[in-house]
């Protein structure tokens, strides 16, 4: 890491004899966006222009290219980090942003996850094994609806409850009277249980929207909210982190819209901008990611670079009930199992409350590795 400077990993695709100038080209493309020849300010040539650190051949035609630009470059403002990271060079359909290492000062900037794996914990009450998850889907069941699925959920000892990400605010289920409802469920499953699951609603629509959400949701009682990144902006991300006072569950919704390498979008944007776990889809399931991206994006998700704290792992997205050993053992006691359709496909509540609690022994049961 050189002092002072966001180093950025890309893969580009190239010849070996256009690398060098393909190189120069997205390092000068990123913050003063003019060749060299044409920078008359001296200001600009010495300060704003980045360095190339190394090159390294991955592949026929596919090359490793890193880059360390000025920390100046970015103002201390989160969006204009996203713009010198990965900014124009993002229409270039030859460049995909695998990696990034941030100096302290941005990280202190940015805040990280403000409560992450230990704080989350502590808001449960639950150490030494992974935390359950399920979710109110499908979008579409009413208020009452919503409200009974969350009691049922609930009162199988489930940790987390939370919204489905399409749940926006929608006439037939608007987003006060569900959180009410849920929160209602979730302290009447209480009695039975001994605990409180936590009921964590989705947030979401434009900076206005989402503060009044975040308003309500707070006199209401609620403890922890999920967003969508890549629908709100990183940006509001962070500044919700900063001032909220409670964790974020965050969910890659549109994050495979870009050319960012999973392990950079969800292990290290979304922790470093302030989600405290960060949803992402399993192996094996019906999304696309192999079992090594989902290693790495846990990986830094619980080992940050720099001075931030460890955030949880989430995974999801066609998990299984009866692949649930294979998942505890190959992402230890810091993950949260989030387990939707193989519960919420049961043909009636008795059989879901008897999934749901099985997900709940397998948790408390499992020997894991560290």
């Known amino acids: 890491m050189t002092e002072g400077s966001i180093e950025v990993v890309y893969r580009v695709r190239t010849t070996q004899e256009a690398l060098a100038a393909r190189t120069e080209a997205l390092l000068l493309e990123q913050t003063v966006e003019l060749p060299r020849a044409a920078l008359r300010s001296t200001f600009a040539r010495e300060r ?9 051949e991955v592949g026929p035609g596919d090359y490793r290219v890193t880059l360390a630009q000025p920390e100046l470059a970015v103002a201390g403002d989160p969006a204009q980090l996203l713009n010198v990271l990965f900014g124009n060079c993002s ?33 449960l009450g639950i150490q030494g094994r992974a935390l359950t998850c399920s979710v109110l889907k499908p979008v579409g069941l009413s208020v ?9 959920l609930a009162s199988s000892g489930l940790d987390i409850v939370k919204d489905d990400h399409g749940q926006a605010d929608p006439s037939f289920c608007p987003f006060g009277a569900r959180v009410r409802a849920c929160l209602d469920a979730t302290l009447d499953a209480a009695q039975g249980t001994g605990r ?114 460890p955030a949880f792992p989430v ?50 049961s499992h020997s894991y590795r560290p």
């Open 196 to 309: 409180r699951t936590l009921y964590v609603p989705n947030v979401t629509g434009t900076p206005k929207t989402v503060a009044e959400q975040v308003r309500v949701a707070r006199d209401l009682g609620v403890q922890a909210i999920m967003v969508s990144p890549m629908l709100i902006g990183l940006p509001l991300l962070a500044e919700l982190a900063g001032g909220i006072g409670m964790p974020i569950l965050a969910h890659p919704a549109f994050g495979g819209s870009l050319r960012i390498s999973p392990q950079a979008l969800l292990g290290r944007l979304f922790p470093l901008f302030g989600a405290d776990a960060v949803i992402y889809p399993n192996f094996g399931g019906r999304f696309s990611f192999s079992r090594d991206e989902c290693g790495a994006i846990a990986g830094a998700l619980r080992a940050p670079q720099g001075p931030t704290l």
């Open 315 to 364: 995974p999801a997205g066609g998990m299984r009930m009866e692949n649930l050993q294979e998942v505890l053992g190959f992402y230890g006691r810091d993950t949260v199992l989030l387990v939707g359709g193989s519960l919420l496909d049961a043909p009636d509540a008795a059989t879901l409350s008897a999934r749901s609690r099985q997900l709940v022994e397998a948790a408390a």
């Open 144 to 152: 009452a609806e919503t409200g009974s699925l969350c009691r049922t």
């Open 91 to 123: 229409l270039q359909p030859d460049v995909l942003l695998e990696d990034l290492r941030l100096p302290p000062g941005l990280v202190t900037i940015l805040g990280g996850p403000r409560f992450g794996i230990a704080g989350i914990r502590r808001l």
């Open 48 to 56: 704003l222009v980045g360095r190339v650190l190394g090159t390294l």
